[in-house]
């Protein structure tokens, strides 16, 4: 099995990665780590996290 990182600290680069994350999902040879970081984190740019786990 591969191991995949994936690292985002806004929402922009979340975006990014959302059609890349439904591939892996799908694919049993992969799995994947995402790191949440920096902004995602802060309550005034929205706490984004919460949207991210929710995914």
């Keep these: ?3 995949i990182f994936l690292i985002t600290e806004r929402r922009a680069d979340y ?3 959302q059609p890349i994350l439904n ?3 799908k694919d049993p040879k992969l799995d994947y780590h ?3 970081t920096g ?3 802060k309550k005034e740019h929205g706490h984004t996290i919460d949207e ?3 995914d």
């Design 39 to 41: 902004l995602h984190l």
């Design 23 to 25: 591939i892996i999902k």
């Design 1 to 3: 099995m591969r191991k």
């Design 15 to 17: 975006s990014r990665f």
């Design 34 to 36: 995402l790191v949440v």
């Design 52 to 54: 991210i786990k929710s």
